[in-house]
């Protein structure tokens, strides 16, 4: 006896879109996940500890690292440039809060050098010192 295979001809035959749509949804939150993570520097600070609260305004972020790097907000920018960006920067925004993250390895003189810059050179009113949270 001959077999033969037999097809229905009501049979579906398409593209299986779960699998696509899982992968899509694993990139959105990863995404999702890293997106805060890309607004910081790429020079390392390692902050002091203090209890601090979260601001909800626009601000100006100053780092400096331990090497002597200093960046406003994302942009690394050389020392000679930090003047002119910043007073550019208030410009904008004149009651921007200008908060200073420096290492907590640097010497408090030179963190002093940047406190002159934003004051006096720069003019901002308003300046804040970066702490990392404690855990309680």
């Given at each position: 006896m001959r077999m033969?295979?037999?097809v229905e001809e009501n049979s579906i035959a398409g593209i299986n879109m779960a699998p696509i749509i899982n992968v899509a949804l694993v990139?959105?939150?990863?995404?999702?996940i890293t997106a805060p993570i890309l607004n910081i520097p790429s020079i390392p600070v390692n902050l002091p500890r203090a209890v601090t609260i979260e601001a909800k305004e626009q601000n100006i972020t100053i780092s400096y690292s331990k090497d002597g790097k200093v960046a406003i907000d994302t942009q690394v920018i050389s020392w000679k440039d930090l003047v002119p960006?910043?007073?550019y920067?208030?410009?904008?925004?004149?009651?921007?809060?200008?908060?200073i993250r420096a290492d907590k390895d640097v010497p408090y003189g030179e963190v002093e050098k940047i406190f002159d810059i934003v004051i006096k050179k720069a003019g901002a009113k308003r300046i804040a010192?970066?702490?990392?949270?404690?855990?309680?």
């Open positions: 033969t295979k037999q990139l959105v939150i990863v995404l999702i960006k910043l007073k920067r208030l410009k904008e925004n004149s009651k921007a809060l200008v908060i010192v970066a702490t990392e949270q404690r855990r309680e």
